[in-house]
């Protein structure tokens, strides 16, 4: 609760302090509320009250500070004791993002210089939601259908404009992870399960993570990217040199248990460092829409995976898995309004955000329509669905697909109440084809000042 009232506090003072000035400071954020339940059993899976506020203050037309924090009331209290019922925190969980705060530095040594520092999102690309060139922050899956979020990232951005094209150079000082989906979402993201001869049981399993050293070689973020608009549409090109913000199993600690016939597995995970090289372009030809990117990813090193079984009085066994060998994501998609209204988005995606090396990338077809009715106060979305598949070779086998119809009311221009369904199913081992008894019933209101 203290940070909350920090937070308040510090807004009001800012708040007064800059009210009279011919530039003050401009408030803006908004309010959101999100709960589902699933259908099979009505449980709930998802509660999130969300408080977003912006601060926006801009210093005559030399420098700009912005930020943007969420507070929120997040998640369900988890209580086995009556000791805990003392405590607000954990009869109703609170949650602090601190999502961005930096400060926008304009004509720095020389006008076509500008500058931002602070903690920022920085993104790239022009697919729609996922793109596979916005590789600097790290991803924010705790929401695994807030499809596109990132973490905010503590960086030093600087851009040189020329005309119609600008040279960008970016360095994040810290690498974070990336932010893993909550609750039974995570199951979709995990590997498969540690397969074990018929004459073995599985016990405890653990892990540990390798994070890169605290100091600037190991820690650091670099990026460059060219880019402008020309012919009728916005392009660039970039590179990132980073690491994976999901990590990768490098070793396996098997040891025997008391119990004849049981194992324990401690796994080690690492984030692997990689160059990045990408592309993309936006613009129109006539009234369509359209866009495309991708990205080669190449790792630094090989990364090998290996068994201790010295328990057994076995040698270690290792399998590659991942090689230094670059592979391929990409997105390309159009959107187009008809008369009448009738709005459509079509996007194709090969790679998903987890999937890495060749012959492990799948693709995604997603399909959206809508229409708004009653002088916009109604938006239906009877066709918003995705089309997974996995292998190509045996399609029937190895599929998802997500059915996600919706509707909306706008009583105002500040206002959507949504009500739709997510219905999930498919064969397989993909990450969506795992979610296939996780259909959900959604209700959420949003609220923009």
């Not at 920090?6 to 803006?28: D, H, T, Y």
């Amino acid at each position: 609760m203290k940070k909350f009232l920090f937070v308040i506090c510090l807004v009001s003072l800012f708040g007064m302090a800059v009210k009279a000035q011919e530039n003050p400071l401009k408030l803006q954020g908004g309010l959101q509320i999100d709960h589902r339940f699933r259908l099979e059993n009505g449980n709930w899976s998802w509660n999130e009250n969300r408080l977003e506020l912006k601060l926006d203050k801009k210093f005559a037309d030399k420098a700009r500070f912005r930020s943007d924090i969420w507070l929120r009331s997040f998640g369900f209290p988890f209580l086995q004791s009556a000791q805990q019922l003392f405590n607000k925190d954990e009869t109703s969980p609170y949650n602090l993002d601190f999502r961005e705060a930096y400060v926008e530095l304009y004509g720095v040594f020389t006008k076509n210089l500008d500058m931002k520092i602070g903690r920022q999102r920085i993104a790239w690309g022009t697919a729609d939601k996922l793109n596979p060139t916005d590789n600097l922050n790290p991803w924010d899956l705790e929401d695994i259908w807030d499809f596109g979020r990132h973490s905010g990232s503590d960086a030093i951005q600087m851009k040189y404009y020329l005309k119609d094209f600008y040279l960008e150079a970016d360095y994040i000082f810290y690498f974070r992870p990336a932010v893993l989906p909550r609750g039974d979402w995570a199951e979709g993201l995990m590997a498969s399960p540690f397969e074990l001869p018929g004459y073995l049981t599985l016990g405890s399993v653990s892990d540990s993570l390798a994070m890169p050293a605290l100091n600037l070689k190991e820690n650091a973020t670099y990026a460059f990217k060219f880019g402008g608009f020309a012919g009728g549409f916005d392009f660039s090109a970039s590179y990132v040199y980073g690491r994976d913000g999901l990590p990768l199993n490098y070793y396996n600690e098997i040891s025997m248990t008391e119990t004849p016939g049981k194992i324990d597995v401690k796994s080690y995970l690492l984030f692997p460092r990689q160059h990045i090289i990408g592309a993309d372009l936006a613009g129109a030809i006539g009234a369509v829409g359209i866009w495309a990117e991708g990205a080669a990813f190449l790792p630094e090193k090989e990364v090998i995976l290996t068994n201790d079984l010295s328990a057994f009085g076995l040698p270690p066994m290792d399998s590659v898995v991942l090689e230094k060998k670059p592979w391929f994501k990409y997105a390309a998609g159009f959107d187009y309004t008809f008369r009448g209204g009738h709005y459509i988005n079509v996007q194709y995606l090969h790679g998903f955000v987890h999937e890495r090396g060749n012959g492990n990338l799948n693709d995604y077809l997603v399909l959206s329509y809508e229409k708004y009715l009653f002088n916009d106060k109604l938006k239906i979305n009877p066709f918003t669905a995705a089309l997974v598949v996995s292998d190509w070779e045996k399609p029937a086998d190895n599929f998802a697909w997500i059915y996600m119809p919706a509707i909306t009311y706008i009583p105002n221009e500040n206002t959507e109440i949504n009500l739709g369904v997510r219905l999930i199913g498919g064969e397989g081992d993909d990450v969506f084809s795992k979610y296939k008894d996780k259909d959900e019933f959604v209700l959420s209101v949003r609220y923009k000042f």
